[in-house]
């Protein structure tokens, strides 16, 4: 059963912190994908990977950074977290020739 | 530049009835089309996607159309049932199967269905 997981599923943080949020896949995937959700605005990019070290930016980059050191992890950094930055983020993976992309559960982030 | 749309942020529908989701494109060089469904504090799944190619696909009780002089496709959920009740979200790419892997989202379609 392929699986997606992510670190935390509620975070608080305060203004100012770094952040960090973790996902692994055990799917042996190439491709990884970090999202936002807010109501009303569905699923937005912040950033991809389509490979160990590799990384592209999304739709909305701005305030964040990403890790990718090893194949089944895709790390989401923070570096100074803002209170316009709660949200649920997603985090996702994909096979190289599958479009279909298989999710987490979220990470729920607050920041006060 | 919204270039996959979701005009319709919600709808409800008896339980046993068909429930119809629809979804625009604006970007011709979609060519693969996906149905995700969310329930709340839950990461979305995969439900269902249909090629450029086909302009219908079938799987139990859904069945996705896919209009592409229109750049129109919509999700048909026949008999619908109350735990069909989620927010189902429309997600385009291009090039598949080559180097483009992202998925552009609608911003979904909370769908209620009621006893």
């Known amino acids: 059963d392929v699986k997606v997981t992510q670190s935390s599923r509620y975070l608080v943080k305060r203004t100012g912190e770094k952040v960090f949020l973790e996902c692994v896949q055990d799917m042996d995937h190439e491709n990884m994908f970090w999202y936002r959700q807010d109501p009303g605005l569905g699923l937005r990019l912040i950033y991809f990977s389509y490979d160990v070290k590799m990384k592209e930016k999304g739709d909305i980059p701005e305030g964040y950074s990403v890790s990718r050191e090893k194949k089944e992890r895709f790390s989401l950094i923070l570096e100074s977290a803002s209170t316009n930055q709660t949200s649920m983020y997603l985090c996702?993976?994909?096979?190289?020739?599958?479009?279909?992309?298989?999710f987490g559960p979220g990470t729920r982030l607050t920041v006060l | 530049d919204q270039q996959v749309k979701q005009n319709s942020p919600s709808l409800s529908v008896q339980e046993g009835r068909i429930s119809i989701l629809n979804c625009d494109y604006t970007n011709s060089m979609f060519d693969y089309f996906l149905w995700y469904k969310k329930y709340p504090a839950e990461g979305p799944t995969f439900l269902i996607s249909?090629?450029?190619?086909?302009d219908k696909n079938e799987d139990g009780r859904f069945t996705v159309f896919l209009n592409k002089s229109a750049k129109h496709l919509s999700l048909h959920i026949v008999p619908s049932q109350p735990g069909d009740s989620a927010v189902y979200f429309c997600?385009?790419?291009?090039?598949?199967?080559?180097?483009?892997?992202?998925?552009?989202f609608g911003k979904g379609t909370l769908l209620t269905v009621n006893p």
């Open positions: 996702a993976s994909s096979g190289r020739i599958l479009d279909e992309q298989f």
């Open positions: 249909i090629s450029s190619i086909k």
């Open positions: 997600a385009a790419s291009s090039g598949s199967g080559g180097s483009n892997y992202k998925l552009t």
